[in-house]
């Protein structure tokens, strides 16, 4: 299978992997705001991504009231370009670590980076289904299957970054070590 975004110059896939770094960082700054309104509200992001049941959706937007539901609108909102900048992220670094790997005879290393460069992308279309349940209970919908559509999409993101993200730093890690000139790391 052929990773997503191969094709990029290592050049351009460098610049790109900044680029989207600082977007991911600039994205989660801006939302802090809301965030912390949530917060305030009684709940915060993560307990609303796993409440999973319609009492506890009820119980959220009641804790909310109008303040809380309109700061957690708008940090679903900012979260669409934020989920873009993480999983395209996610998808070069892993696909710049399956490279590498290739080139050093690491092949398992290299099979593995692209799935999980892959399971970037995914993670991203998890999050977006998450979002868009979520805006749904916000709206006064918090009966089935809402929240648990919220709940197994935001459970299927998290397992999806972490994979990809352990992946991309223990690679960056291990490969640079192996490949480093005047080092003998073992493949």
């Known amino acids: 299978m052929k990773p997503p975004l191969a094709d ?54 009641s804790d909310y009231g109008a303040d809380g539901r309109s700061a957690a609108r708008t940090s679903l909102w900012l979260d669409y370009p934020y989920l873009v900048s993480y999983a395209l992220f996610l998808a070069l670094a892993c696909v710049g ?20 460069a892959w399971a970037g992308l995914l993670a991203g279309v998890f999050d977006a289904g998450e979002n868009a349940a979520l805006l749904r209970v916000l709206a006064g919908h918090p009966e089935q299957p809402y929240p648990a559509v919220a709940y197994f999409c935001a459970l299927a993101k998290f397992a999806l970054v972490a994979a990809a993200l352990l992946y991309a730093v223990a690679g960056l890690l291990a490969l640079r070590r192996s490949g480093a000139p005047g080092t003998s790391g073992s493949s």
């Open 8 to 61: 990029l110059i290592p050049a351009h896939r460098k610049r790109a992997l900044w680029l989207l770094a600082a977007a991911w960082l600039i994205l989660g700054l801006a939302a802090l705001p809301s965030l912390n309104t949530m917060s305030d509200h009684g709940t915060g992001v993560i307990e609303l991504e796993l409440m999973r049941t319609t009492g506890k959706a009820q119980e959220v937007l």
């Open 97 to 116: 670590i399956s490279q590498r790997a290739h080139r050093l005879g690491r092949h398992r290393w290299a099979a593995v980076g692209v799935a999980l």
